[in-house]
T-cell receptor, first 107, second 115 residues
Framework: GQQLNQSPQSMFIQEGEDVSMNCTSS?????WLWYKQEPGEGPVLLIA?????ELTSNGRLTAQFGITRKDSFLNISASIPSDVGIYFC???????FGAGTRLTVKP | EADIYQTPRYLVIGTGKKITLECSQT?????MYWYQQDPGMELHLIHY???????EKGDLSSESTVSRIRTEHFPLTLESARPSHTSQYLC??????????????FGQGTRLTVV
């Protein structure tokens, strides 16, 4: 299957800081999805990207679909404690997820 | 809110027992998936289905089996549970548009412990 590389694996940040994480794929994607998973719950979709170069925002979240169609970025601005969780990228073409970025926000 | 339900939420069972994890969705989605996830770790696709009577194995080798007799129901069965099966099992579904539709909806998961 397609290889999805997500980085960083973990982030420990102070409340108020901005966060950036990314995913790269070994092949071209037509769609990128970003999910957040909180402890004890299933992942919930944050942002979906459908077009190369697309930049989409959802509140403090901004995600971009890379021009090469092999990468995507998720940024969180002005982090707050409830941003804690695991963030996954996903390429719907083969229903696989990246390894996740584990975010810890210190108040 | 996603209309996909998993039962039970938590299950502790003895080695050698047969168990079935239930997953139902009321969204009429054709595609359904099972993932296995250890706490804080990656999601591993173990089974998926494109519709009734369709089942495929995912990346992670799993001793579990699945069935898809009805669109809304995608149960996962372990014939003989072992401690190595201890994990969280997540079910998801999506519509037909593209490979996943506009998004995949997840259930809350079943946390299985085999003692």
């Amino acid at each position: 299957g397609q290889q999805l590389n997500q980085s960083p694996q973990s982030m420990f940040i102070q409340e108020g800081e901005d966060v950036s994480m990314n995913c790269t794929s070994s092949s071209i994607f037509n769609t990128w999805l970003w999910y957040k998973q909180e402890p004890g719950e299933g992942p919930v979709l944050l942002i979906a990207l459908y077009k190369a170069g697309e930049l989409t925002s959802n509140g403090r979240l901004t995600a971009q679909f890379g021009i090469t169609r092999k990468d995507s970025f998720l940024n969180i601005s002005a982090s707050i404690p409830s941003d804690v969780g695991i963030y996954f990228c996903a390429g719907p073409d083969d229903m696989r997820f990246g390894a996740g970025t584990r975010l810890t926000v210190k108040p | 809110e996603a209309d996909i339900y998993q039962t039970p939420r938590y299950l502790v069972i003895g080695t050698g027992k047969k168990i079935t994890l239930e997953c139902s969705q009321t969204m009429g989605h054709d595609k359904m998936y099972w993932y296995q996830q250890d706490p804080g770790m990656e999601l591993h696709l173990i089974h998926y289905s494109y519709g009734v009577n369709s089942t495929e194995k995912g990346d992670l080798s799993s001793e579990s089996t699945v069935s898809r007799i009805r669109t809304e129901h995608f149960p996962l069965t372990l014939e003989s549970a072992r401690p190595s099966h201890t994990s969280q099992y997540l079910c998801a579904s999506s519509g037909l548009q593209g490979a996943w539709g506009t998004e995949a909806f997840f259930g809350q998961g079943t946390r299985l412990t085999v003692v």
